[in-house]
């Protein structure tokens, strides 16, 4: 399973009053169900997901991008 965050609303009320955040990572491995606190984020990590966010936008499709390829390779010889 791939890890997901969740609000601590979204867990039953026993756990939702013993964790101190709003957020929860949510890791599966061998039938074992870790849940780990997020805390609030500074600001370097919100400009550094913001800068992921966009990193595709304007990208080429991929016709397009292999055509780039063919002639980047071309230049280099």
């Known amino acids: 399973m791939d890890d ?8 039953p009320e026993m756990l939702h009053r ?8 949510v890791h599966e491995d061998n039938d074992l169900i870790i849940l780990t606190p997020i805390y609030g984020m500074d600001e370097q990590a919100k400009a550094c997901i913001e800068r992921l966010r966009g990193m595709f936008e304007g990208k080429l499709a991929t016709d397009d991008y292999v055509t780039q390829k063919q002639l980047d390779k071309e230049l280099e010889r």
């Open 18 to 25: 013993r964790i101190r955040s709003d957020k929860v990572r």
């Open 4 to 11: 997901m965050i969740l609000s601590v609303n979204a867990l």
